[in-house]
């Protein structure tokens, strides 16, 4: 009886002290770094992250990719979605084309984007080829500013889209038939079968996929860093200068903080927005 009792701490043991040494331990750790400045606690590093010159510019860079690609995401997401369920035939090889993305890491992906929009790359090479082009043109750089951002929220975009069709897809495959034949019967059009029954059964995946989808966005750096380097600060990336070119620790950890932060409130945005409202009882 005793044993009994007592296996089910024993089972999640390990899963725990994963957590505590691996994640738990480093974020108090950072967190107090944070706030250390010199042998004292203070909030000097975080005077120093929002007087940094390229702080606003980061700031305001990734909220701007993330208003942009998050409803991009999702709108092709459950685009795609639907494709895979109608079809029949062929719906696993389609589905492993289109998360092929998911295979190449972030950085990759942005080397890959790069060989595309770089002056001599094949976007350039195809424009000239085709008469539109007189010669190497620059997409990447800070005097281009639209194709520079352009370039980097098409490259996420194919990148990270597979993520939320994942999700979707297997939230889609558990809506009951029965309510889209009932639908067809009544004579009810795609987009009322998508309005009226598909996005409301979605709900849970597509909060799941958003609060995913989200916190990755507010983390974006490789990708950018490959495509436009300095020329295109984020947060994440400020994180990174100053944790390895200025080696300033604790402004570093602030940024990190500053980012688990926002996605937090973002979190918790999506739990409030998308959250299931209870049945009325009879």
Known sequence: MTQSRWLPYALIAPAVIFLLALFVAPLVQTILLSFQDGTSLSLANYQRMANDLNFI???????????????????????????????????????????IPLAVSDLAAGLVWLAILQNSGYLNTALYELGLLSGPTSWLNSETPLTLFAGIAIAETWRATAIVLIILVAGMQLIPKEYAEAADIFGATPWVKLRKITLPLLKPSIQSALILRTVLAFEVFAVVYALGGRNFPVIVGEAFVWQHENQNYGVAAAYAVFV??????????????????PEAKA
């Open 260 to 277: 688990m932060a926002i996605s937090l409130v973002a979190t918790v945005v999506y739990l409030v927005a998308l959250r299931e409202k």
């Open 57 to 99: 510019p980061a700031l305001r860079n990734t909220f701007a990719l993330v208003i942009v690609i998050i409803p991009v995401q999702l709108a092709l997401a459950i685009a795609m979605g639907m494709m895979v369920q109608k079809l029949t035939r062929g719906r696993e090889l389609v589905m492993w084309v289109w998360t």
